[in-house]
């Protein structure tokens, strides 16, 4: 099972910065960190995934502790169109069979 | 380029019948897998398949059966259709690049209800 803790929801309002973290305490040295989100019932959306440095794309930008402990995903001008529900993958649901928890709902409002 | 493409979209079933679900995609993709999500659930893995001719059982395979006869399409089989399975299907696909496992591709869903 994959090992991850997220908060259940979070606000953000509309143009500011989505800081939406994960802990994944277990995380082993070889494992990836990945994160998706889901935007009402439609398929889940790859959004950015990282081993060790911080990582950024045209989607967001992922930041890992040095312990690899946990991680945040920043989302960095968020928009009404962000609002989803946030998947955070890592200590054994990663690689070949991906393993979703309950993630993080996150609204973004005016 | 379609990427993951599921069909039916939908489909209402009685208790008893059977039905199959296709998932094809054009990636050339390894890895594929299904997942079925309840209302207000995340999603949980059925089976998965790491290659042409085999398959494998996830966290939830009771009463579900797949086939991966070619690359590029997963079968996903009810043989007899419980109202317990009335949920969303979704299916996946992913690279066998270890660095791109984690990096699938979903379908639309096929939103399944057994009556």
């Keep these: 099972d994959a090992k991850t803790t997220q908060p259940p929801s979070m606000d953000c309002a509309e143009g500011r910065a989505a800081n939406l973290p994960c802990n994944h305490s277990t995380i082993s040295g070889n494992e990836y960190v990945y994160w998706y989100r889901q935007i009402h019932s439609q398929g889940p959306q790859y959004i950015i995934h990282g081993l060790k440095n911080n990582e950024t794309n045209e989607m967001a930008s992922l930041i890992i502790t040095e312990d690899r402990k946990s991680s945040t995903l920043i989302l960095p001008h968020a928009t009404l169109r962000d609002t989803a529900v946030y998947y955070c993958i890592g200590p054994g649901g990663g690689g070949n069979k991906l393993t979703f928890g309950t993630g993080t709902q996150l609204k973004v409002e005016l | ?115």
């Design chain 2, 1 to 115: 380029n379609a990427g993951v493409t599921q069909t039916p979209k939908f489909r209402v079933l009685k208790t008893g019948q059977s039905m199959t679900l296709l998932c094809a995609q054009d990636m050339n993709h390894e890895y594929m897998y299904w997942y079925r999500q309840d209302p207000g659930m995340g999603l949980r893995l059925i089976h998965y398949s790491v290659g042409e001719g085999t398959t494998a059982k996830g966290e939830v395979p009771d009463g579900y059966n797949v086939s991966r006869l070619k690359k590029q399409n997963f079968l996903l089989g009810l043989e007899s259709a419980a109202p317990s399975q009335t949920s969303v299907y979704f299916c996946a696909s992913s690279s066998l690049l270890r660095s791109r496992q984690g990096e699938a591709f979903f379908g639309q869903g096929t939103r399944l209800t057994v009556v």
